[in-house]
């Protein structure tokens, strides 16, 4: 898999049940400070591991809390 | 063929208010009312056992169509909240309801996939044995196993129950079922003294496995999903029914949606819904039915009105 970008987790966000607009969303702020609940994340964790074709771990999640921590994440899975 | 006559409900008017929930769970009002979608809980009474909700939801379904008591042949509940272990729910509601002493009884213990699954079960039931009537009652009062600490579980469950008529002469008949566990996912919707729910694991589960179930069952009927003139799926949350639509790509105009003011009510959900819109069926419609859940199961149906 090539490095997984921005812009692409950005796109995936934009595929899933999120009402957000990924394109307005900080890459380094919480989701969670930017109006994405916990529903919506359950909602792009699917979306990611279908797109990517990986798994992530319940236990992983909590490490997830911004668009960049979601890049660097997938990128550790590579 | 035998098919669904008529429904009958029954909803505690008493109700558990989410919005006062916000402050104590950090959920706000829009969370409430378009992601979970239940703004109220309804709730019985402390004393109410599940027979209790399957008789009052009987009487309604009297008040509904006209049949004799002798005429019930079979008397089937959908529950996994019994008033005892021992005896079935179906015993005390037949002896409550003065029903024939030639009236076979028996419960399916499913959850939210029950009610698909007991119209399935019971229909073939009637045939195998030459029945014409029979009532297929759903009662899970959740109520009773919620752990009021939990915000997975508290703000989404309500208690309810439905009767629904049986009769070989209904002309709401089933053209097919699609059926389906993944019983590896058990735990993640269990009650071990409380309800307790891994949130993710099922909406996973639930967002890969009714598309495929809807779409297994309109291959195998050579339908298309525009044939489908109302999807009645299993009111878990707005939040599923959303994805679900989104995910098979249906009008959202042809998805039922109401929860708002007494929540998920198990294997009630999916006749609750049917029973506002069996007077408007018309003749050739199809309907599309999922029940999904504890498990972790499925059930798909397509009825058609003939």
């Excluded at chain 2, 959740?142 to 989404?156: A, R």
Aim: hydrophobic residues 40%; glycine residues 8%; proline residues 3%.
């Amino acid at each position: 898999m090539s490095d997984v970008t921005v812009e692409q987790v950005i796109s995936v966000i934009g595929k899933s049940n999120i009402t957000k607009d990924g394109s307005m969303l900080s890459p380094d702020k919480p989701l969670s400070e930017q109006g994405v609940d916990s529903l919506d994340i359950s909602g792009l964790l699917l979306t990611l591991e279908e797109d990517f074709k990986i798994a992530i771990p319940d236990e992983d999640i909590d490490a997830l809390q911004t668009i960049n921590d979601i890049v660097s994440y997938m990128n550790s899975k590579s | 063929m035998i098919g669904i006559e008529q429904i009958g409900v029954y909803i505690p008017k008493k109700r558990l208010s989410n919005l006062d929930l916000r402050d104590k769970f950090q959920i706000d009002e829009d969370f409430v009312k378009n992601k979970i979608g239940v703004v109220s809980r309804s709730l019985k009474a402390p004393d109410e056992k599940a027979s209790d909700l399957c008789i009052k939801a009987f009487e309604d379904l009297q008040s509904k169509v006209s049949f004799s008591l002798e005429e019930i042949q079979c008397c089937v509940v959908v529950t996994q909240n019994p008033d005892y272990n021992v005896p079935h729910v179906s015993a005390i509601v037949h002896g409550v309801i003065g029903l024939s002493e030639q009236c076979a009884c028996f419960d399916i213990s499913l959850g939210c996939s029950g009610y698909v699954y007991g119209l399935s079960i019971v229909t073939a039931f009637m045939q195998a044995n030459g029945m014409e009537k029979g009532v297929l009652f759903t009662a899970d009062p959740y109520s009773e196993i919620i752990d009021e600490e939990d915000k997975n579980t508290v703000l989404i469950f309500g208690d309810a129950a439905t009767a629904t008529l049986l009769d070989v002469n209904a002309d709401l008949t089933p053209l097919g079922y699609d059926f389906g566990s993944k019983g590896a996912g058990y735990k993640n919707l269990i009650n071990e003294g409380k309800l307790s729910m891994n949130g993710r694991a099922v909406f996973n589960f639930t967002a890969t496995s009714v598309p495929i179930s809807i779409n297994v069952l309109l291959n195998k009927l050579e339908l298309n999903k525009e044939d489908i003139d109302r999807w009645y799926f299993h009111q878990g949350s707005k939040y599923i029914i959303d994805t679900i639509t989104r995910r098979l790509g249906l009008d959202k105009e042809k998805v039922v949606f109401d929860m708002y003011e007494y929540g998920n009510t198990v294997s009630s959900s999916i006749p609750i819904l049917l029973s506002n819109d069996l007077a408007a069926l018309h003749k050739g419609e199809k309907i599309g039915l999922s029940g999904f859940g504890v498990g972790l199961s499925w059930a798909s149906a397509i009825f058609k009105k003939n």
